[in-house]
């Protein structure tokens, strides 16, 4: 039989895959590659784009979708043999590609390129590939370049085992406690955990560190003791503050030879830290502006998370006899809060959104507004939690995505989109290639022969990684390396996925996915009513956590020594923009995976810079509501053309600029946030 992982005439044989194929395919494309490599850059091949992308690109192509298809089985269905094989291949994938990038004699090729000869997708394209030679290191020489070369490789290997460490670190803790324990723990989760228990045939309750299942401990169990042992365990993984047998998992080695790392990589390339770098291709202009941005939004939140805060402490001390709260007790004592102030609780709501519902309302709001039809679709698939669909207007396949949405033992924590194929009008064949994504979540499974229940928090992710889905999947642009996703400033990349969270909170919307679980009633206007009053409970509090670590993580990469410990600069951090200090034990940086193995380094501000300009866009839409309460086609068609038609085509600016007329304002966030200045 022939190496699924060297097929691209269909989707990916999920269901064939093994880890013994990865090794064979992805010598077999990096050979391919490297002779593609050597072609193009002989002294005859022309300098003409479409001649290079028929040779190099479309080898590079097949090399990217193969190891694609890898890594992402590797998140989601990691095994001691894949994990291996994986890490086998990684140092020669990372190599060949750092070496591309730095290639001089294709650095020359691309500069010989007359940007008069080519349409506007690839003069964006052509324009994007010249600045990622510089940052790649192709105008460094000699030992630099090696050193360079060495630190890309070296980095990969870190990132990699960071991923681990903190998977390791989760799947590894289990606590079996016993049924009084578990007193106000929601029935479906001492239903999951008392199961877990007996498929292992351990007695009690198994609990464990993965998200559905941690987070509704901390907020309902009423055992102080048993929300302090699991928060321990969670804040302290993967750090130097683990239990003894879980050491091996400590990520504080790595994440100082990380930080080095990129310094030394940032002093390479002429940068006097790696911010400066990072920033090179996102929409921010320095890491100052950035930081100025970070604080004074700080200084706009504080003043409502102190407000959060003591409404907090006073309820504790009154209602709960909590005089001194721990920070474990704090998700605890919120809950209870919310439910006394709004008369309702999470686990009431929950019961009303089970994901098939879910999806489908969720489906009807997209189609209905940009003009798409989604069905259906089959493919093989890597578990069979896992379904695929395809996207169309009228006859014409736009796209298809897989939806993954459980989480399971050996599936890294988290929610994420991927794109496996973009879209891309192919230089062999011709032909227009159609984008293909993941959408991966870690919500809970059904209990009881009943479909999983979502919290209104998990609606909102659903809806947030289908925008991401949604860009990658309606782009019109057929240059691969600015359709979708691609090319988009990555600071600008969270707009479509935070856009489509506002109509979570839209009645007209979310009247229609939801049904009781058990009577299949909708939701009652009154319950979705005391959801909008509570919509912005804690908002100041959650602002200003975001910011905590979005300006960590900037300082770090722009003021930090990395020789020096990073745990005073978080508490300096803390000091500045938190109401709420956790223990000195608290390690939550060791497993901070989006700035340490997910591509947010210097960058996990992104989330509220996008935050204003999804705010903003989505207020287009609060402007030109239907008399039926539902969002309007027309805004509908406008933001499609402008935002997720056009993918990373042009600066991200200037298709928000061509969507609403104008730059983007704070107002808008401030006012969805409930912190809007009181006039």
């Known amino acids: 039989m022939t190496n699924p992982l060297l097929s691209f005439t269909e989707l990916p044989r999920f269901d064939q895959i093994a880890p013994t194929h990865v090794a064979p395919a992805i010598d ?26 028929r040779v190099l690109d479309v080898s590079i192509e097949k090399l990217g979708r193969s190891w694609g298809v890898v890594s992402h089985l590797n998140g989601v269905a990691d095994t001691p043999e894949l994990r291996a094989a994986y890490n086998a291949a990684l140092p020669k994938v990372t190599e060949f590609i750092t070496r591309l990038g730095a290639d001089e004699r294709l650095y020359a090729k691309y500069k010989a390129i007359d940007p008069a000869t080519l349409n506007s997708e690839q003069q964006q394209a052509h324009k994007n590939a010249m600045r990622n030679f510089v940052l790649g290191g192709a105008d460094l020489v000699g030992a630099a370049r090696e050193r360079f070369a ?9 990132s990699q085992k960071f991923s681990e460490n903190a998977l390791d670190a989760t799947d590894a803790f289990s606590y079996y406690a016993d049924k009084s324990e578990l007193a106000g723990v929601p ?3 001492t239903h999951s955990a008392l199961a877990a228990a007996k498929a292992e045939d351990k007695p009690g309750y198994k609990l464990t560190l993965k998200m559905p299942c941690y987070l509704p401990v901390m907020q309902f169990a009423d055992s102080s003791a048993l929300r302090e042992r699991l928060y321990r365990a969670y804040v302290t993984r993967a750090s130097d503050q ?32 790696f911010a400066e770098v990072s920033l090179v291709p996102k929409m921010a202009e320095s890491p100052q502006q950035v930081i100025t941005f970070l604080r004074d939004l700080a200084q706009r939140a504080r003043p409502f998370a102190e407000r959060d805060l003591a409404d907090l402490r006073e309820f504790a001390a009154q209602q709960l006899q909590m005089t001194d709260p721990q920070a474990w007790d704090w998700p605890y004592v919120s809950e209870k809060l919310k439910e006394a102030r709004y008369a309702f609780s999470e686990q009431e709501v929950k019961q ?168 299949g009633a909708p939701l009652p206007r009154e319950l979705f009513d005391k959801m909008i009053a509570a919509k912005n409970f804690q908002s100041g509090m959650q602002t200003v956590r975001q910011i905590e670590m979005s300006l960590f993580d900037m300082l770090l990469h722009c003021e930090h020594d990395p020789a020096l410990d990073l745990m005073p600069l978080l508490r300096q951090v803390r000091a500045e923009v938190a109401v709420l200090q956790p223990p000195e034990w608290s390690r939550t940086a060791h497993t901070f995976s989006h700035i340490f193995a997910g591509g947010y380094a210097a960058g996990y501000y992104s989330y509220k810079w996008a935050e204003v300009l999804s705010a903003d ?38 298709s928000f600029k061509a969507f609403r007329g104008r730059e983007p304002t704070l107002d808008a966030l401030l006012r969805h946030q409930g912190m809007a200045e009181q006039t």
């Not at 050597?38 to 290079?52: G, H, R």
């Not at 060495?150 to 870190?158: F, G, K, T, V």
């Not at 990520?251 to 930080?259: F, P, R």
């Not at 030109?624 to 056009?646: C, D, F, H, S």
């Open 187 to 189: 029935q479906d989760v």
């Open 28 to 53: 077999a494309l990096l050979a391919d590659a490297n002779a593609a490599l050597e072609a193009v850059t002989a002294a005859d091949f022309p300098a003409q784009w479409s001649a290079i992308a």
């Open 242 to 273: 683990a239990p003894s047998e879980a050491l091996q998992y400590d990520n504080s080695a790595l994440i100082a030879e990380m930080l080095s790392l990129r310094l030394e990589e940032a002093n390479l390339l002429a940068y006097a830290n």
């Open 352 to 519: 009303y959104f089970p994901a098939p519902k879910v999806l489908s309302g969720l489906f009807k709001i997209v189609e209905s507004l940009f003009d798409v039809r989604i069905s259906p679709d089959s493919a093989p698939v890597w578990h069979s939690d896992v379904t695929f669909y395809r996207i169309e207007r009228g006859s014409t396949l736009l796209g298809q995505f897989y939806l993954d949405p459980s989480a399971r033992t050996g599936k890294r924590g988290g929610a994420w989109m991927d794109d496996m194929r973009s879209r891309w009008l192919r230089p062999d064949s011709g032909q227009l290639q159609t984008p293909v994504a993941h959408l991966v979540c870690n919500f809970a499974q059904g209990v009881d022969g009943k479909p999983a229940l979502l919290t209104h928090d998990d609606v909102t992710t659903l809806f947030h990684e289908f925008g991401h889905g949604l860009q990658h999947q309606l782009t019109q642009v057929n240059e691969r390396d600015v359709s979708g996703i691609s090319g988009v400033e990555w600071d600008a990349v969270e707009l479509p996925s935070q856009f489509m969270e506002n109509f979570c909170w839209e009645w007209s919307v979310l009247k229609n996915m939801t049904a009781h679980v058990d009577s």
């Open 617 to 654: 866009a989505y207020a287009a839409f609060e402007e030109t509501i239907g008399k039926n309460g539902l969002p309007n086609v027309e805004t509908g068609t406008k933001y499609r053309q402008a935002i997720l038609e056009t993918g990373g085509s042009r600066p991200a600016m200037a």
């Open 150 to 158: 060495a630190i890309q490789e070296r980095q990969a290997e870190l």
